[in-house]
């Protein structure tokens, strides 16, 4: 007996020496499985990058939503009084099929699956995704045994409508691993999806078969890294504006399409961009097949707008002269003829002033005379047509310059046979406006990593090789500013109230497909590419209306200009561009103020004419807006920051986006409510204020300001008790 239990004994201690030392046994390794039996993993999702504008107003972001899952392992309840598993599967997707987007019978096949394959768990795939937080009540407050939530990352587009070509949208898919992770389907959101993407953290633990974590277990966490933020040139105010105007247009003259740019003439930052029709890219509801974005990836006739650049041509070779007088009507080429806008018939013989003000075809025939085709031609190439920009977007359509036979030549001269987009017109016009300078347009202002506050990619204001002298731009301008004011101008309808502006209507054919072209006042292209104000122009405004719905007592720059005048207007107004005495305004250039005293800085730039405003009255300058070199008009506003306590100004009147610069410098928790300009302040001006000051400013639209001025006079002047 002894020998016996003896022997089962050592036995039995060699095969705990020997899974001891090896950590296998039956050829299984031990800790393996008990890590598949125990071990538990689970993932910390990343949130995708948010694409903001250029003020940090958030334009895409990841929101919380919740997803549904099934419990299907009756050992989860144990012997738990109340289940933790679906019990009744039948009962259950009949139920649930009133609450999600899911047939009973497929709720129920994916039930009965995990019941039959012992899974876990399972989910109910896109219709189980994205659940909103009520929803989410409704079905718990039905306590259907084994029907959990968990927090997930769904897609929000907070503005709607906004630039929807653009920015484009992300759909959750589910990768090869079965997990769902949103995917850049459209706009900004599919080229920058890679950098949009963020990597997904983990947790890892050991817990019972309950979900329990074990006494003394140790828990490795891995951080989730969250997607690049993507910083847009876009301002949401002005986009806003854009988006409005085109809006009411669309509803008043219900035109097959629109497109709109507004940039920054000093720059080249896209500051707004639409198109019509549009989508809501939360709901993707009016998509259509079009998916391009047709600012840069579609191309068109541009119409008379093209003469900005054939009069830019004739005055740099010298051979403009505004008093210089020709026969308007008809203009023969071989066996073509070219007829001025109002049928042929023409204004009689007419200074060449006055025929670009009329926008006479004629007009644009003979100056060609006087440039040589090969020179015309050349001229048209530098100012970017016939090759893309250089966008910071994919798919950039390039155009055509046709120069094969001498009529091409001369329908390019007013617009017509020549195909360009509505980005390269913008790119030619900053030459223009900034004194033969062309810049390159751009819309991504910088990329930057959240998790680390990282600057990946910042893009800077790009010069392209001058096409044209100072001289020229500089009397262009002011041809482009007789257009809007002479009696003979076609573009008087495009005058602003309190600002100057300039540019040229167009009124393009649209091309069949056949070879020929529609006929007819509701189905041209209307367009006007402009700048304002005059004096030092700040914004480049293209606005193109196709085939609206005009009445007979209408004419077709009609809802191009409703859409220029409101959105220009209400723009330089944001941009606290002031519209008295531009006459004699010069721009500034703002200089190095940093590391030299305060007040002496603020004494100085006041001097130039400029409004200052200090946050921190002491000592050195240790922040400026704007940068050094930038050029600002007369009356402008200029921030300096300093060192000490901060005093809270008077924001009564402030534009959204000088509070924003503000609330960035002064690193105060500014709450900002609704848009527009400052009505309302909690704190009084004056007030010494800290980091946690609770500060409330209510913005209000100019004519809900006005508005309350005259409810408050009527109040003022009621007899008191």
């Known amino acids: 007996m002894f020998l016996l239990y003896g022997g089962l004994f050592f036995v039995l201690l060699s095969r705990f020496v020997f899974i001891q030392v090896t950590g296998t046994a039956e050829g299984e390794v031990l800790a393996s499985k ?22 940090g107003e958030v334009i ?11 419990i299907t392992r009756a050992e989860v309840s144990g012997n738990s009084k109340v289940p933790r598993h679906v019990v009744d599967p039948e009962d259950t997707a009949r139920i649930l099929a009133e609450y999600i987007d899911m047939s009973e019978q497929e709720i129920l096949e994916i039930l009965n699956k995990g019941i039959e394959k012992d899974k876990y768990q399972v989910e109910f795939g896109k219709a ?9 009540l409704e079905i718990k407050s039905l306590e259907l045994p084994g029907i959990q939530f968990s927090q997930d990352l769904k897609r929000l587009y907070p ?33 920058y999806d890679k950098k949009l993407t963020g990597v997904p953290g983990k947790v890892e633990y050991h817990s019972d078969t309950k979900g329990f974590l074990l006494p003394n277990a140790s828990k490795m966490v891995t951080e989730a890294q969250d997607g690049y933020d993507i910083h847009l040139t876009l301002d949401k105010t002005i986009e806003n504006f854009l988006e409005d105007a085109m809006n009411k247009a669309e509803e008043k003259y219900n035109p097959e399409k629109m497109t709109a740019i507004v940039a920054n003439a000093k720059t080249g930052e896209i500051l707004a961009m639409a198109q019509r029709p ?3 890219p939360n709901t993707r509801e009016g998509l259509s097949t079009n998916w391009l974005n047709e600012a840069i990836e579609q191309t068109i006739e541009p119409g008379s707008t093209m003469k900005i650049f054939t009069l830019a041509s004739a005055i740099e070779e010298g051979v403009w002269n505004p008093n210089d007088q020709f026969k308007s009507g008809t203009y023969k080429v071989y066996d073509r003829k070219i007829r001025d806008h109002n049928d042929g018939v023409g204004w009689g013989t007419i200074s060449y002033l006055e025929g670009f003000q009329r926008s006479s075809n004629v007009s644009m025939a003979f100056l060609l005379n006087k440039i040589g085709d090969e020179t015309f031609i050349e001229y048209i190439r530098r100012f970017g047509f016939g090759e893309p920009t250089g966008i910071d977007l994919p798919n950039e359509a390039s155009g055509i310059v046709n120069d094969r036979y001498p009529i091409n030549i001369y329908t390019t001269t007013y617009g017509q046979g020549v195909t360009v987009t509505p980005i390269q017109l913008i790119q030619g016009m900053t030459a223009i406006a900034n004194e033969g300078t062309m810049l390159q347009p751009f819309v991504i202002d910088k990329i930057v990593n959240p998790n680390t506050g990282e600057v990946v990619d910042d893009n800077e204001p790009v010069e392209k090789k001058s096409p044209i002298s100072a001289s020229t731009a500089n009397q262009v301008k002011e041809v482009l500013a007789s257009t809007v004011t002479s009696d003979h101008g076609t573009a008087q309808r495009f005058k602003l109230n309190g600002y100057t502006s300039a540019g040229k209507t167009g009124t393009a054919q649209i091309p069949k497909g056949d070879g020929s072209y529609f006929w007819g006042r509701q189905l041209f292209l209307y367009s006007f590419l402009g700048m304002a104000p005059v004096e030092d122009p700040q914004l480049i405004v293209y606005v193109a209306v196709q085939k609206p719905k005009i009445k007979a007592t209408e004419v077709g720059s009609q809802p191009v200009s409703e859409i220029f005048n409101s959105v220009t207007e209400n723009s330089l107004k944001y941009l606290n561009i002031e519209p008295e005495n531009l006459e004699l305004s010069k721009p500034i250039k703002m200089p190095d103020l940093i590391g030299k005293n305060v ?28 940068k050094a070199g930038t050029s600002v008009i007369s009356q402008g506003t200029a921030f300096i920051k300093g060192s000490g306590e901060i005093v809270l100004p008077n924001f009564a009147g402030w534009s959204k986006r000088n509070l924003m610069i503000y609330k960035s410098l002064s690193g105060l928790p500014i709450e900002i409510i609704g848009d527009g300009f400052v009505s309302k302040q909690s704190l009084t001006a004056g007030s010494v204020v800290t980091s946690d000051s609770p500060i409330v400013v209510q913005l209000s639209s100019p004519k809900e300001i006005a508005e309350n001025s005259v409810v408050e006079e009527e109040l003022e002047e009621l007899p008191q008790d």
């Open 128 to 136: 189980g995704r994205d659940i909103s937080h009520k929803k989410m």
């Open 60 to 70: 895409a972001e990841d929101t919380l939503s919740y997803k549904m899952i099934a």
């Open 34 to 55: 008990a890590d598949d039996k125990y071990g538990r993993v689970q993932e910390i999702p990343a949130n995708r990058g948010n694409i903001v504008d250029r003020n």
């Open 599 to 626: 007040l002496d800085s603020q004494m100085a730039l006041e001097t130039q004419g400029l409004k200052t405003v200090i946050i921190g009255q002491l000592d050195q300058v240790l922040e400026q807006y704007p």
């Open 159 to 191: 503005n709607g409508t906004f630039a929807s070509h653009l920015i484009g949208f992300a759909l959750k898919e589910e990768n090869k691993d079965g997990e769902a992770i949103a995917v850049g389907k459209m706009g900004l959101e599919y080229i």
């Open 278 to 280: 549009t989508f809501e």
